[in-house]
């Protein structure tokens, strides 16, 4: 799905809180320097859901998550 041009979401810097990380197979950035708070948000937690997709900032995201859960609708803007 496009957005803004792009093919998916992982053009986006939030895209490692999307994606499941490699080497430890969750969603949280893991740093091996030894720091260990995640660098990113965790979308799967209530606090990282509403941060990512319930922000006017981060219209964009939500449009393109909820087109993608309903493919078969079209959704051109969202109010908050």
Do not use: Q
């Amino acid at each position: 799905m496009a957005v803004n041009g792009y093919d998916d979401l992982s053009a986006y810097g939030c895209n490692r809180a999307l994606l499941e990380d490699e080497r430890t197979g969750f969603g949280d950035e893991v740093d091996v320097e030894g720091d260990s708070l995640p660098r990113y948000i965790d979308p799967l937690n209530d606090w990282g859901f509403k941060r990512l997709f319930g922000t006017e900032v981060n219209k964009e995201f939500l449009i393109a998550f909820l087109m993608e859960i309903f493919p078969d609708k079209r959704i051109k803007d969202i109010s908050y």
